[in-house]
């Protein structure tokens, strides 16, 4: 099945299982490249099954050598935590945050230059 994706951004919530897996599995597939959110970074990507062991399959190679190209593309060098993700979104919903309004945040090390 071709959806038109490859090369299109796709956000996935409830990612780590069921059908927000199901659903990422499939849009993966079409080419997108997809901003998963679930409660479990093991889950999505370290897990047995989970993205990296996907990717390495798809690739012909080990899911540690995904992870470290993964990260070489990250201007920071290396994956986010849920820690980093966390704070932003409590600074967001802080009363310091007031007067934060029509703004989007990317909390992805550097990965997109610009948000649309």
Known sequence: MDLGLHDRACVISGASRGIGRATALM?????????????????????PGGLADQTAQARGTGSEEVLKAL?????????GTAQEIA???AFLCSM??????GSAWSVDGGSVPSIL
């Not at 080419?31 to 093991?42: K, N, Q, Y």
């Not at 990260?71 to 994956?79: D, K, M, S, W």
């Not at 310091?96 to 309004?101: D, F, L, Y």
Request: glycine share 10%; net charge positive; aromatic share 2%.
């Open 27 to 47: 849009l993966a597939s079409e080419g997108a490249s997809l901003l998963l959110v679930g409660r479990s970074r093991e889950t999505l990507w370290l897990g």
């Open 71 to 79: 990260a070489q593309r990250i201007p920071v060098g290396r994956l």
């Open 96 to 101: 310091a945050a007031s007067n934060v309004a």
């Open 87 to 89: 704070a932003v979104i």
